[in-house]
């Protein structure tokens, strides 16, 4: 057997931060290197709430875009004041009392009506 070892040609790997770029400002995110026909975002370590996105062209020529994002939370539900509304009873007694109104207006004579003895 022949113990003659290959060199082991190591390739720079960027290293692994589950997805996440950081650079050091605008100049570390055009220093930043992409293949062509790639893309990357890039994390602004020095101004938060920054970001860019880096783009290569097919002859890796890059444009450069700068971001700014805030959190969004969560809205408070706003309160409703309940002293403005009836309940259910209330509805209920008022939509009676109107049809009770209805039927005695409907049932009762004119007042002043005179009849003619002709």
């Known amino acids: 057997m022949n113990n003659f070892q290959y060199p082991y040609n190591q390739m720079y790997q960027k290293p692994q931060t589950n997805g996440i770029v950081w650079v050091q400002g605008i100049e570390g995110a055009k220093a930043y290197q992409l293949v062509p026909n790639s893309n990357a975002i890039l994390m602004d ?34 309160q409703v004041d309940m002293s403005e509304y009836v309940t259910r009873k209330e509805l209920e007694n008022a939509l009676r009392s109107i049809k009770n109104e209805q039927s005695v207006s409907t049932n009762a004579k004119p007042n002043g009506s005179k009849q003619s003895n002709q």
């Open 45 to 78: 370590s020095e101004n938060d709430g920054r970001f860019y996105i880096k783009v290569s062209d097919n002859v890796g020529m890059c444009n450069l875009r700068t971001f700014s994002y805030t959190e969004v939370t969560s809205t408070p539900v706003k």
